[in-house]
């Protein structure tokens, strides 16, 4: 049956991106069919451990499909959460703006022009991963339309367990993140990171890669 999985991809070091490198790997991952459009530009407080289909803003983002201008929020308010396990393990709390979004992949380069980028959280939300593209076919087994992906550019270093069953204790390594790409599956026939992603990954974050995974 599968268990759904939230996977990210980031450098070693904690860095942020250039707006225009972080631009152009965003427009790479659609015009080298890794991801399919239509994308979303979201700009507040995210949360990179939000299980991207149940519970993130970046979810509702893409099966809501809101107006452009909508503030999107987490169903439960910071003071609800206080004392609450800290996510991935815990629910997390996020509000956003949807700045902007369409199917034309290079307008996503002006939207970014105009973000608070550096000075808010922002995130590209992709409807899906392309199951066209042979190697991403190849990796994952199954054609999925739920596998979105969300290249996060994070105002302030946050933490992301390298491995993380969220039915469990807290518990494992972290690794800090500003600039990374998270994508969901619920099944893949490979170990590892994606080559479609990995390729593009490396490109703009260097290598090594820092690869982890959370599920429950």
């Given at each position: 049956m599968g268990i759904w999985t939230d996977a990210f991809i980031a450098p070693v070091e904690p860095v942020q991106l250039p707006v225009e490198v972080f631009g152009r790997m965003v427009v790479d991952l659609a015009r080298e069919r890794v991801v399919r459009t239509p994308w979303a530009l979201l700009a507040g407080d995210?949360?990179?451990?939000?299980?991207?289909?149940?519970?993130?803003?970046?979810g509702q983002a893409r099966w809501d499909r809101p107006e452009v201008g909508a503030v999107l929020?987490?169903?439960?308010?910071?003071?609800?959460?206080?004392?609450?396990?800290?996510?991935?393990?815990?629910?997390s709390w996020e509000q956003a703006r949807?700045?902007?979004?369409?199917?034309?992949?290079?307008?996503?380069?002006p939207a970014l022009a105009q973000a608070p980028y550096?000075?808010?959280?922002?995130?590209?939300?992709?409807?899906?991963?392309?199951?066209?593209n042979r190697s991403v076919s190849g990796h994952f087994g199954y054609e999925d339309h739920r596998t979105m992906l969300v290249c996060f550019a994070l105002a302030r270093p946050q933490n992301r367990?390298?491995?993380?069953?969220?039915?469990?204790?807290?518990?494992?390594?972290?690794?800090?993140?500003?600039?990374?790409i998270v994508h969901?599956?619920?099944?893949?026939?490979?170990?590892?990171?994606?080559?479609?992603?990995?390729?593009i990954a490396s490109r703009y974050f260097g290598r090594p890669l820092v690869h982890g995974e959370t599920w429950g």
């Open positions: 995210l949360c990179v451990n939000a299980s991207l289909n149940w519970e993130s803003v970046s929020r987490s169903e439960k308010t910071q003071a609800e959460l206080r004392g609450a396990l800290p996510p991935p393990w815990g629910e949807l700045l902007a979004g369409g199917e034309a992949i290079l307008q996503v380069l550096g000075h808010q959280d922002i995130a590209v939300v992709f409807d899906c991963l392309d199951f066209t367990p390298l491995a993380a069953d969220t039915t469990a204790s807290p518990r494992g390594p972290v690794h800090p993140v500003r600039s990374c969901t599956f619920k099944h893949c026939d490979e170990d590892g990171i994606a080559p479609a992603i990995a390729s």
